[in-house]
């Protein structure tokens, strides 16, 4: 397939400081997992091609503590697609991702494709959010919900290959005429040349 043809989607994290924006992010880019992660300052920047479905994605995972909130429109304009980020073992996290989504259908994208993940499902003993409540609030809000777990790896790829999937496709770009001779196919009768001489 032609570069041309290939789809190139912004994809922005949101969510509250904890709720392991970042660890997702290295698990699906590097498949690596650290338990203590440091936050992110700002946001942070890396990217992941899907060949079989000729998408790469620019993924930006922001920072959730509050004094960059203001920042945050710099990040998530012109984005494709946004994952908010929260974890199943707090309510308070539920919360402040439903925050995110107001905050999105209020000034996004409107064709922004938007999923809710709730990571951390290895701590399934520590769960305060429960998988219906959460389904049902994604489902009244049009977001593509799943459960994730940085730790186990468990749904990560599947996240980012539901979205990649949902993505519009690039149209192929009309490749431009090169530059050369035309050859016509029809015979033209040349005038005679006039022969100079010294």
């Known amino acids: 397939m032609e570069l041309s043809q290939q789809t190139v989607a912004k994809l922005v994290l949101l969510g509250e400081m904890g709720s392991g924006k970042s660890s997702l992010v290295l698990r699906y880019v590097k498949g690596q997992f650290f338990d203590y992660q440091a936050s992110t300052v700002g946001a942070a920047f890396l990217t992941k091609t899907l060949p079989e479905l000729n998408v790469k994605f620019e993924i930006w995972d922001t920072a959730g503590q509050e004094r960059y909130h203001s920042l945050a429109p710099m990040y998530y304009r012109g984005a494709a697609a946004a994952v908010i980020v929260f974890d199943i073992t707090s309510a308070d996290s539920?919360?402040?991702?439903?925050?995110?989504?107001?905050?999105?259908?209020?000034?996004g994208n409107p064709n922004m494709i938007m999923a809710l993940a709730g990571n951390k499902a290895d701590l399934e003993a520590q769960r305060a959010v429960s998988t219906e409540d959460a389904q049902a609030y994604a489902t009244e809000n049009g977001l593509f919900f799943i459960e994730t777990s940085a730790k186990t790896a468990a749904n990560v790829n599947d996240l980012f290959q539901e979205i990649a999937t949902r993505l519009p496709k690039a149209e192929a770009v009309p490749q431009a005429p090169q530059p050369g001779i035309v050859l016509s196919q029809g015979t033209q009768e040349l005038a005679p040349r006039k022969s100079v001489c010294c």
Do not use: D, M
């Open 94 to 107: 539920l919360n402040r991702a439903k925050s995110w989504v107001r905050e999105l259908q209020r000034q």
